[in-house]
């Protein structure tokens, strides 16, 4: 199983789009998450470090600025989805990457309390 780290710059990321209100609250995860070709067009305009930042969580031992190396999206590079939130709550406490899944709670609370949910 792979081993993750936090990553703190996507939590600030999406700490500041969450207060600027740029998130969706109702939304099919499945259906709208990013896929290979939507991560694909979006680096082809931006760069890893932005890509970085949608991602609440490093791959360790993972190449820097390869998609392995980055997990947990938690939105569709534009906004935060509370179900993307919720799906890394659940996948980060199903396979104990404890950090990981107290960010994405820390995110979902907040999220909650901006929206008035």
């Not at 600027?20 to 067009?41: C, F, H, I, K, M």
Request: net charge negative; glycine share 4%.
């Amino acid at each position: 199983m792979a081993e993750y780290e936090l990553n703190a710059a996507a939590v600030r990321h999406l700490r500041e789009l969450i207060d600027a209100r740029q998130y969706v609250l109702d939304s099919d995860w499945g259906e709208t998450q990013p896929d290979a070709a939507a991560q694909n067009e979006y680096l082809e305009k931006h760069t890893w470090e932005q890509y970085a930042a949608w991602h609440l969580g490093l791959t360790v031992g993972a190449t820097d600025e390869t998609k392995a190396r980055y997990a947990f999206v938690a939105g569709d590079f534009r906004r935060v989805h509370r179900t993307a939130l919720i799906a890394c709550v659940y996948r980060a406490s199903e396979w104990r990457h404890k950090d990981v899944e107290l960010a994405a709670h820390d995110l979902l609370q907040r999220l909650d309390r901006v929206s008035g949910s």
